[in-house]
């Protein structure tokens, strides 16, 4: 039998719905359960694959080839079980849906409406996980009392009666205030936040109280009594250094226990050991070593979420701590700046789409050859690095990629083609942007005797894209010649996946985005290497 537990967020955005979501996630699979995460969004975009990253922040890619919220990739760092593209939906692809019925006549002349259709919507795709796992976490995402999250609430609310209060939870993630001036944590913004929850009929049985000091007991007993809800599920959520603390700062203050007591449901002790040991080593590093970003999103960290963990993850591998540098792009396309990467024992060029800042990126690929230090170039940080190899080396000054416009040497250009399994996929010029990238998991071959084959240790990979170009392979003889070598292509060897440079210590560029598989206990082998790389780095200096 599936339990359904349902995460709401109220006062503020940001307080880490996903992040409290995927702990809990965790801390219930410790003890036994099989889980299954998903995210429901209230905005109207079909999915964030055309939205802003500053807008945001990354669009996490699933296996199956969906555009998602970043939070699934909380999910799976932390439970391990891959996203879906069925974990996820929108405002948009909820109507969209509807609509579509509504136009093909299935609604039989009916006036279509919020309540039932849209919440009917809502309610199947929360019903489609039944039976998939012991608990289905289902997080809201905004801010309850946010005018597009009302369908929302009311369908939670509905199903919440439907199945009963035995397989039905309401947890609510809430924030404490410090008022300087008052000298104290406040809890009337909590207490109107689930008087606002209230108000669409749900009346949560656990709070998860964020604050980022102690909560004391009498404050826990005042939110106790005006929320009406019994004080041991009243649970503190205080900072921590690290967020793979959370599982087990929440294991302490007794989440885990509390949800299973609203369940009426006992269950083994759970093995934290994996969490334990991962935080020992991210507050007991043997090292540090300094890597640079160079992007051009930023100005907001959360548009390469699973970069930066990924790279921390490759810091636990390696006992060491990472410091991340995050460089905006543009600002290399100035004269005299590349003393900003003097201080970096590894450059780190991310995806990203358009020209700004690109000959930016350029300038940094450059830097990292020509000074020898360890460059990782990801999706879009590889086409650069083949762009400034064709300029530099092989003598190609007008190659560039066609994503910018024409241009007399097209090392980067569209693929309108494709295989993907068995089946033949195209793409024209002029389509919609959303949806039409090389999206989810493909093949690689690995070349023998590669680097690349070395640090994954096999001949064949599956990694995940995101992206519409490719590198030209008509160009491969002059490249390879200049010695950035090929070592890893589609099964047919038509589409360039991974480049090395021969001449180099440590220089891969791949086209996929390895770190959305990466994982703390479980940490992605490219990432492993890299740092691995830079800490050899710092015993040059």
Known sequence: MTRYIFITGGVVSSLGKGLASAALGALLQARGFKVRLCKLDPYLNVDPGTMSPFQHGEVYVTDDGAETDLDLGHYERFTGVPAKADDNTTTGRIYTSVLSRERRGDYLGATIQVIPHITDEIKSFIRSKDGTADF??????????????????????????????????????????YIPAAGEIKTKPTQHSVKELMSAGIRPKILLCRSD?????????????????????????????????VPLTYHKEGLDIQVLNCFGLSAKEPDLSKWHEIVRRVHNPEGRVKIAIVGKYTNLTDSYKSLNESLTHGGIANNVAVDLKFLESEIFEQPDTMEHLADVQGILVPGGFGVRGTEGKIKAVQFAREKKIPYFGICFGMQMAVIEVARNLCGIKGANSTEFGPCSEPVIALMTEWVKGDIKEARGENVDLGGTMRLGAYPAILGKDTRIAEIYGKNEISERHRHRYEVNTTYRERLESAGLKFSGLSPDGLLPEIVENNNHPWFIGVQFHPELKSKPFDPHPLFVSFIKAAIAQTRLV
Do not use: M
């Not at 809201?140 to 919440?160: C, K, M, S």
């Not at 959520?237 to 603390?245: H, P, R, T």
């Open 136 to 177: 289905v976490l289902c997080e809201i995402g905004g801010t309850v009392g946010d005018i597009e999250g009302l369908p929302y609430l009311e369908a939670i609310r509905q199903f919440g009666n439907e199945i009963g209060e035995s397989r039905a939870l309401f947890l609510h993630v809430t924030l404490l205030p």
């Open 213 to 245: 000091r102690e909560i004391t007991d009498d404050q826990r007993g005042k939110i106790s009594l005006f929320c009406n809800i019994d004080r041991d599920k009243v649970i503190p959520a205080l900072d921590v250094k690290s967020i793979y603390e």
